[in-house]
């Protein structure tokens, strides 16, 4: 449960960040003028159940394609679908989570030194990434040393049997494909679905206690549909992720309820929190920058590494180039939309 972990840190960050908010500038949300706490309020219960049921509907559409045939993971709507969201993670990272760190930790409200003579942005955003390939490959290590017992004692008992009884249980298990092959493609399927959903949660708490915290509906507003698109993608990405990995009907809710819910939940802990939670606070600046930072580090890594540079790569699309080339116009048509909701989000 990587994805639990990580709630219960960033919800103590945030708490600390909210107890230590003393002293601010005011300058950030100010809005032009645009303040009203009453219908901010309203405005925020309908971004909760609105961003709830499109963060499901993102994430469960992969899950539920086992009983379209034609959506299924081994059709080229799922590959290009898969692309599109792809895009949308890429984006994510690069137009909206690092920007708004870069916006925290060069604020006016921290001192000069150190936060605008070194940018500590770019600096964490790359430590995140080489963290997310140590866990990456340390888990894979893991994975393929705990189950290596288990080959072993499957592979003996096929040399055991005769040439028909091993060529029936290839068959049965792996539709003709190598044994070992198929094992490992789907413990790497397991561990990218994992660690993006870290990623992703980071990411999700940060917004939704921003927008749980202003009392800007001109800024709300926007923000609703920009995060609604935002969630329903990115869920759309993670979902196909949760389907390769084929989990079980327990950790694929456990995972569904965490993305789904954490946005929500983030406004929900803002709106608690906005008589002690400051943004422009030093405390929070500094927490939150950070936090957007390594979530950054994170997306663009897996999007470029795990995702699509995986696909990309891989088997099925370098033996199509007029599916690759669907798939890329997918890829810039998701990050393109992404990169447009900069505007509003």
């Known amino acids: 449960m990587m994805a639990k972990s990580t709630v219960i840190l960033v919800l103590l960050a945030a708490s600390v960040s909210a107890a230590l908010a003393e002293s601010t500038c005011g300058s950030r949300s100010d809005g032009g003028g645009c303040h009203d706490r009453k219908e901010s309020l309203k405005l925020k219960f309908i971004a909760i159940a609105s961003i709830l049921i499109t963060s499901m509907v993102g994430v ?33 990272g690069y137009m909206h989570v690092m920007p708004d760190s870069f916006d925290d930790l060069r604020s006016d409200c921290l001192p000069e030194n150190p936060w605008r003579k070194f940018p500590f942005t770019t600096f964490v955003a790359m430590l995140s990434a080489v963290a997310t390939l140590m866990v990456d490959s340390f888990a894979m290590a893991f994975y393929k040393k705990r189950n290596a017992k288990l080959l072993g004692v499957e592979d003996a008992a096929m040399n055991r049997g005769s ?30 679905a994992q660690v993006l959903e870290l990623g992703i949660v980071v990411h999700s708490v940060v917004i939704g206690l921003s927008m749980g915290t202003s009392d800007n509906p001109c800024t709300i507003r926007p923000l609703i549909a920009a995060l609604c698109f935002h969630q329903m993608f990115e869920g ?42 400051s943004e422009d606070s030093p405390t929070a600046l500094i927490v939150v920058g950070l936090l957007n930072a390594s979530s950054a580090g994170l997306l663009n890594y897996m999007a470029l590494v795990d995702l699509l540079g995986a696909d990309f790569m891989g088997p099925r699309l370098q033996a199509s180039m007029k599916l690759q080339g669907w798939a890329y116009v997918a890829v810039l048509l998701g990050a393109g939309l992404m990169a447009l909701m900069a505007k509003w989000a």
Request: charged share 15%; proline share 4%.
């Open 236 to 277: 759309m990405g993670l979902g196909g992720c949760i389907l390769q990995a084929e989990f079980g009907m327990k950790l694929k809710a456990i995972l569904v309820f965490f993305f789904s819910a954490t946005t929500p939940f983030g406004i929900a802990l803002g709106i608690g929190l906005s008589n002690v939670y």
């Open 60 to 92: 469960c559409l992969p899950l539920v394609t086992r009983a379209v045939p034609a959506l299924g993971p081994d059709r080229d709507a799922f590959v290009i679908v898969k692309a599109f969201a792809s895009g949308v993670i890429l984006a994510t």
């Open 163 to 192: 040439k028909a009884d091993r060529d029936a249980i290839v068959v049965m298990e792996n539709g003709g494909t190598n044994h070992h092959g198929a094992k490992e493609t789907l413990l790497r399927h397991r561990v990218v």
